[in-house]
């Protein structure tokens, strides 16, 4: 089982940025995929961002729109989400969790992190 640890969250004006990292203990991502997912207050978890651990292969959400970047370090097997023109509606907890198939189901996501607090807010 891998451990996964998220941090880089905080409070942001709105138009801000972070970078949201993931990083892995007990063993390296593999072969598997590692998705974001987010989860705004009152509401259901959803889908952000993923990537192939082997190729880097990305896919993102639709409300997205080319504010985030998911990127990964292999060296440092490590996962980064890159968060740009941040709007309050992105205030979320953020997870980073693993997947065999990289798709958009959170059932398709194995291991979990705890979570990192992204507040948009002026």
């Known amino acids: 089982q891998v451990q996964l640890v998220e941090s880089g969250g905080g409070l942001v004006q709105p138009g801000g940025s972070l970078r949201l990292s993931c990083t892995a203990s007990g063993r390296t991502f593999s072969a598997y995929s590692v998705g974001w997912w987010r989860q705004p207050p009152g509401l259901e978890r959803e889908f952000v961002a993923v990537i192939s651990w082997v190729g880097g292969t990305t896919r993102y959400a639709g409300f997205v729109q080319d504010r985030f970047t998911i990127s990964r370090d292999t060296a440092k097997n490590t996962v980064y989400l890159q968060l740009n023109s941040l709007k309050p509606e992105d205030t979320a907890v953020y997870y980073c969790?693993?997947?065999?198939?990289?798709?958009?189901?959170?059932?398709?996501?194995?291991?979990w992190g705890q979570g990192t607090q992204v507040t948009v807010s002026s």
């Open positions: 969790a693993t997947s065999p198939s990289g798709g958009f189901y959170t059932y398709e996501y194995r291991d």
